[in-house]
């Protein structure tokens, strides 16, 4: 079976950092671009950052950069996501999400929520 497992979601106060993980199985790890998407309630997807499969290329959305870091540790079949400097509009359930290439369908993570409140 194909999973993605994302854990580290939390409640954090606005200014701290969470590091998310998402373990994957059931499918070779090392040739799959991984990204994290999020939604906020009430609002649409947005693609927070991506890496390709060897984790030598990243992008991140413009509402993340600088604070936002994506790795991967293709040994250990996971990919990173770690958050500094969380803001109260960074609240949203954080997906991860597989993709081989763009033909074919990737593969999404059950989401873990990220709340920023003091």
């Known amino acids: 079976d194909v999973q993605l497992q994302a854990s580290g979601g939390g409640l954090v106060q606005p200014g701290g950092s969470l590091r998310l993980s998402c373990v994957a199985s059931?499918?070779?790890?090392?040739?799959?671009?991984m990204s994290w998407v999020r939604q906020a309630p009430g609002k649409g997807p947005e693609y927070v950052s991506a890496?390709?499969?060897?984790?030598?290329?990243?992008y991140y959305a413009d509402s993340v950069k600088g604070r936002f870091t994506i790795s991967r540790d293709n040994a250990k079949n996971t990919a990173y996501l770690q958050m500094d400097s969380l803001k109260p509009e960074d609240t949203a359930v954080y997906y991860c999400?597989?993709?081989?290439?763009?033909?074919?369908?990737?593969?999404w993570g059950k989401g873990t929520q990220v709340t920023v409140s003091s």
């Open positions: 890496t390709n499969s060897g984790g030598g290329t990243s």
């Open positions: 059931g499918f070779t790890f090392g040739s799959y671009d």
């Open positions: 999400k597989a993709s081989l290439n763009a033909r074919s369908v990737p593969y």
